[in-house]
């Protein structure tokens, strides 16, 4: 079994940064792809990013392209997430997902793992 934890999520203002840790416990490393998803209240939880192989070949969503990145330490077994230019939108509780294997995607519904997810509050 995996657990998954989060942490690093808060309050910060438009424009600030945030970086997001998801620490794996367990079978911790067999897991690939990593990968963070976000739900804002009352939508559906979206991909945000994702990393994948011993090459750490990163994915993005378009709406966080060149201002978030997404990157991990095998050592630490632990994903992080760096959020830039953090906008209003951004407003949601992040949450760390893992697979067993990387099947082509990172569908939410394909996730094996999942943490209980972090706030992240983008005020004006």
């Known amino acids: 079994q995996v657990q998954l934890v989060e942490s690093g999520g808060g309050l910060v203002q438009a424009g600030g940064s945030l970086r997001l840790s998801c620490v794996a416990a367990g079978r911790a490393f067999t897991i690939s792809p990593m990968g963070w998803f976000r739900q804002a209240p009352g939508k559906e939880r979206t991909f945000v990013a994702g990393i994948r192989g011993s090459a750490g070949i990163t994915s993005y969503a378009d709406s966080v392209k060149g201002r978030f990145t997404i990157s991990r330490d095998n050592a630490k077994n632990t994903v992080y997430l760096q959020m830039n230019s953090l906008k209003l939108e951004d407003t949601a509780v992040y949450y760390c997902?893992?697979?067993?294997?990387?099947?082509?995607?990172?569908?939410?519904?394909?996730?094996?793992?999942w943490g209980k997810g972090t706030l992240v509050t983008v005020s004006s």
């Open positions: 997902a893992g697979k067993r294997f990387y099947d082509g995607n990172y569908r939410a519904d394909g996730m094996d793992y």
